[in-house]
């Protein structure tokens, strides 16, 4: 890309007339929209370009995208972010000042944001891979707290404006339900590699009316129905569901799941048809990776759409085998995708009808029908449909990979053993260390050069500097800088004064009972109740960083959230403790926050029951960033020890095959008779420790305590062994051991660039 200084000032200040202003009186949200148009003037070129170079295209299909902020991450990978911001200075701007721009929040946590990872990725490294999804008018809800619990308000992500996208109006398509038909309304975002001169596509789908407005029947004094049709198709993309890990079968998000597939697929065939022989080009020319079992939908529905075109069902039927490819996420029960057939058969007919033809080949395979099915007893069981269709079926890190193999498909692996693969995820070191932690960066590329940026296990070459006094002094120095960026940050916008000496001890991820946040509560209360009676005299300061929203129906996830905000008020305002122990629970917390967070992190809590995070992206990014973990042998944490070492973290707890076997007798109420101090933190749940919320508060000591299936992940079961680890961990905080622990972590986490995993996908999954 050409790019002039002069000029691009020219062009700016030219739109910002064109909006009745200049540079010095412009409002921030002007200031961003007549920066970011200027900027993708100057893409329109190579992302033209770029989408024509490929004959193979990798659509990636998912409801989520959480893209967060992009202007400083386009402008970084264009390589012009210290140009733009020379420019802006010139006229007296501070490029700062574009901190105050919303995240697009079109995700709820690490799904969605995978998904964005994987786009700059592939943009990065030339591979053509193009994002379908919806462009939902309200993004996951912005959290705020009333007495310390949660409150949910509408996050309005477009009144900034939405200037990295384009409109295609003459590319819209039709959507048809049984009862109402709406048209899709494709906005397309570019997806800017880095310093690669490559630029894909994020295509996002809205929903809107076909008669905007019907004058025969406003006429006709026909209101409600004009308002009704208004009603039916904006409602479609209205909202993105709050739910993470959690299933809830509504049939608007039926409609939104089928909108979604329908459309893309609709605008995939009509290129495709531009060239005719399409059928049999499609394979050639396109493979589609499905996030989950949100878009699977589509698999029938190209099935339909073939059909119509006179491709007879069983070519169909090869066809999406070879196109179609699907990524499972969770290996909870309650979020596998599950639609009663009544519900699918009364809006999407046709659809239904797919459905059964797709079942009654597979019965005709002569498979034991009480272990394949996708249809069973009326209700449709997508991720069955997107294992027995789709050629490839990956996990997102090895242990989850093995537990699909072994547990959650054990069937459809006997049935075919080369079908599920892995594919450990991975995070772009671009947003998740360039941007947010220049300065890091920059004492990294002084030693080992440029080039690790887009090939990061180079980083490797860093172990010649770890024990460099000079280089550690630096990697310290600017840590403690993160921390007083933060510290500013949270006490601007949470009210809470966290002095930089203090150790950041970090949870940081959606509110779920499998993530044990509760375990960690319990943690503070016990240090807490110790430091008051004097008994952890060498207790280093530490600062217990919260943050995490809940789904909004998830009443315990809420409940928790209340907790802790409670053990913050106590502690916070206990001046025996203050020069010992602070809490912050953070609010809103998004990706823009977290860019902040993973730099200044001095701990990383990653404690999910081992088995139960699939993989979890946060702990490679506090990785990448030089943070220890504190965490259980789940997920890709495993994966973090293979690279780093396990002596180079803090792990603990039961293993996957120690809670199988925990669980076979596991009775909680026995492991509080022999820790009375851990018995005490739980029952200030219930003793009257806390004012109000009683009753939420309650119901988290019985999800501990009462019923079959009491403390189901093992929270009181794995605490001594955790509050073990955890004051260790502050014991060796400070020396050179745990500096050393720090370094040696970044110095291995190549391993976690989304670079990496993109190209295992683009080689054994898309064959490209
Ligand atoms: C399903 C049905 C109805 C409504 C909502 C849902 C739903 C929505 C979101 C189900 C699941 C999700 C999100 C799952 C998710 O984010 N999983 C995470 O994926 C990451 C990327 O692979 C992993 O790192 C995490 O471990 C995993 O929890």
Redesign the pocket.
């Known amino acids: 890309m050409y790019f002039d200084k002069n000029e691009f000032l020219n062009d700016f200040e030219y739109l910002l007339r064109t909006e009745g202003t200049d540079a010095e009186h412009a409002d921030t949200r002007t200031l961003y929209n007549a920066l970011s148009k200027a900027v993708m003037a100057k893409v329109f070129c190579d992302w033209e370009k770029s989408g024509r170079r490929a004959t193979r295209r990798c659509g990636y299909f998912s ?2 995208f959480l893209v967060g902020r992009a202007i400083f991450s386009n402008l970084l990978n264009l390589g012009i972010l210290q140009d733009i911001r020379e420019v802006l200075a010139v006229r007296g701007i501070d490029i700062n000042r574009f901190e105050e721009v919303e995240d697009a929040a079109l995700g ?7 998904a964005a990872c994987f786009l700059e990725s592939a943009a990065t490294q030339n591979i053509p891979l193009d994002g379908y999804g919806l462009r939902y008018r309200y993004g996951l809800f912005r959290q705020t707290f009333e007495d310390g619990c949660q409150k949910e308000l509408a996050d309005d992500w477009l009144k900034w404006g939405d200037p990295w996208s384009v409109r295609k109006e003459e590319e819209r398509v039709r959507v048809d339900f049984a009862d109402f038909s709406v048209y899709a309304v494709p906005y397309d975002t570019p997806v800017i590699g880095y310093k690669s001169g490559v630029i894909n596509t994020l295509r996002l789908w809205q929903s809107e009316p076909i008669h905007p407005f019907d004058f025969d029947k406003f006429d006709a004094m026909r209101g409600e129905e004009i308002a009704r049709e208004n009603f039916n198709a904006t409602e479609i993309t209205a909202v993105l ?1 709050p ?8 049939i608007l ?1 039926l409609r939104q799941q089928y909108f979604l597939v329908s459309a893309s697929l609709q605008s995939i065939l009509r290129k495709q048809k531009e060239g005719g022989r399409y059928a049999t080009n499609l394979c050639e020319r396109v493979v589609l990776q499905l996030n ?3 878009p699977v939908l589509a698999v029938p529905e190209l099935i339909r759409l073939l059909e119509k075109d006179g491709i007879p069902f069983e070519t169909a039927f090869e066809i999406c085998r070879k196109i179609f490819r699907f ?1 499972n ?2 290996i909870m029960g309650e ?1 596998l ?1 599950k639609w009663r057939g009544e519900t699918v058969k009364s809006i999407l007919p046709e659809i239904w009808t797919v459905i059964g033809k797709i079942q009654a080949r597979l019965e005709k395979e002569g498979l034991d029908k009480e272990k394949y099915y996708i249809v069973k007893d009326g209700t449709v069981h997508m991720a069955n449909l997107a294992v027995y269709v789709c050629g490839a079926v990956n996990g ?2 090895q242990i ?1 990979t093995e537990i699909l193999k072994r547990d959650v498909f054990k069937d459809w692996h006997a049935w075919d053993e080369n079908k599920i693969a892995n594919v450990t ?1 991975g995070i772009t070191p671009r947003r998740w260390f360039l941007l947010n932690n220049p300065k890091m960066a920059a004492e990294i590329t002084a030693r080992i050069g440029q080039g690790w940026e887009t090939d990061l296990p180079e980083l490797k070459k860093l172990a010649a500097y770890i024990d460099d006094p000079v280089f550690r002094e630096r990697f310290v120095s600017i840590k403690r800088e993160n921390k007083r960026r933060l510290a500013d940050h949270i006490r601007d916008h949470e009210g809470v004064d966290i002095p930089e000496h203090f150790i950041f001890d970090v949870q940081v991820k ?1 509110l779920h009972e499998y993530k044990r946040q509760l375990l960690n509560a319990l943690s503070v209360l016990y240090i807490y109740n110790e430091l008051k009676s004097g008994n952890l005299p060498d207790f280093k300061p530490t600062a217990f960083i919260f943050g995490a929203k809940a789904a909004p129906g998830y009443y315990l996830a809420k409940a928790i959230i209340k907790f802790i905000n409670g053990i913050a008020e106590l502690v916070n305002n206990d001046e025996t403790v203050t020069d010992k122990l602070r809490v912050a629970f953070i609010r809103n917390y998004n990706v823009s926050y977290a860019e902040k967070i993973v730099c200044a992190a001095d701990v990383s809590e990653q404690i999910s029951m081992a088995g139960m ?5 946060g702990n490679m990014k506090f990785m990448l960033n030089g943070t220890v973990t504190l965490g259980t042998l789940d ?2 944490n495993v994966e973090i020890c293979e690279e780093a070492g396990k002596e180079n973290n803090y792990i603990f707890g039961a293993t996957v095959d120690e809670v199988a076997t925990v669980k076979k007798s596991y009775d909680p109420k026995k492991i509080l008779e022999k820790n009375p101090k851990l018995k005490k933190a739980v029952e200030s749940l219930i003793d009257g420790t806390f004012e109000g919320g009683r009753d939420e508060l309650k119901a988290v000591y019985d999800s501990l305590l009462s019923g079959a299936d009491a403390d189901k992940y093992l929270v009181l079961y794995d605490f001594e062994d955790y509050i073990l680890t955890k004051l260790y961990l502050n014991a060796e905080y400070g020396s050179e051991t745990f500096t050393t622990k720090c370094l040696v972590n970044m110095t291995n986490a190549g391993k976690f660039s989304a670079d990496r995993s993109v190209k295992e996908y683009a080689e054994h999954i898309w064959n490209i």
């Open positions: 409801a989520e709820n946590g690490g799904l969605g944001r995978l569901y739910n993470d890990n959690t299933e809830e079968g509504k998000r989950d079992t949100h990524t996420h969770t979020a995708e997102v890190a989850h995820n959606r995070e699939a993989s979890g992206t997920g890709a």
